[in-house]
């Protein structure tokens, strides 16, 4: 159980485009999912915490007019990065978080490699 | 602010112990342990709460001490499989908002 997908596992766009990145908890609802960015070698940065039906909250120095993230259902959350440069090229990980209990453990996607040339 | 994970990188041979430590500036609310192999999604290891409240893997132990805002993970006669990036996570306040803040990793080598 707890198994989150994300799509797609890689991209390489040019700069100046929009890409999506899906996150999807397959067996259980998730009522918070998390976005984190990873550079090589580095840590997990959090880069925005959404809840379904309401707005992201963003992490302070992320963009959130660049990063666009939706959380539509409890199933699926989507993050946009909008007219992408170079330096966006990344790691980027969504995790999720179910129902509300006293552990709050989050569990992973596999992550999505973003290359801007 | 990020907590601080000691050692940087650690090499054991198989069979072997070790001790990762977590430390934080900040008062704690609990600490999530993450392993992450190369090119692959953190994998959950362990959850530890102020209060004592503990859930995790059957071979992975951790202790939490809330006063000295630290927390260790204990490696018991270790794996090939035990090698990677260990992650801290740590939250704060006094509720569980979900939002962890990760130290920056200690990497493990596990050698035949």
């Known amino acids: 159980g707890a198994v989150v997908s994300q799509h797609p596992s890689w991209v390489i766009c040019k700069s100046g485009t929009s890409v999506k990145i899906e996150c999807r908890s397959l067996d259980f609802q998730a009522t918070t999912m998390f976005w984190y960015r990873q550079f090589p070698k580095q840590s997990l940065m959090l880069m925005a915490t959404s809840n379904e039906g309401s707005k992201a909250t963003y992490e302070q120095g992320v963009e959130k007019d660049k990063f666009l993230i939706n959380h539509a259902s409890l199933t699926l959350s989507t993050l946009t990065v909008t007219s992408a440069h170079p330096e966006d090229s990344s790691f980027y990980i969504c995790?999720?978080?179910?129902?509300?209990?006293?552990?709050?453990?989050?569990?992973f996607g596999p992550g999505t490699r973003l290359t801007v040339l | 602010q990020q907590p601080v994970q000691s050692p940087q990188a650690v090499i054991l041979r198989e069979g072997e112990d070790a001790v990762i430590n977590c430390s934080s500036s900040?008062?704690?609310?609990?600490v999530h342990w993450y392993r992450q192999k190369h090119g692959e999604a953190p994998v959950f290891l362990m959850i530890l709460l102020k209060g004592g409240e503990q859930k995790g893997h059957e071979k992975i132990s951790a202790s939490f001490n809330e006063k000295k805002q630290q927390s260790s993970l204990y490696l018991t006669a270790s794996q090939l499989s035990y090698s990677g990036t260990y992650f801290c996570g740590t939250e704060h306040g006094s509720s569980n908002t979900g939002k962890l803040i990760f130290g920056q990793g200690t990497t493990l080598q596990v050698k035949p």
């Open positions: 900040k008062a704690l609310y609990s």
């Open positions: 995790s999720a978080a179910g129902t509300p209990s006293s552990y709050n453990e989050q569990f």
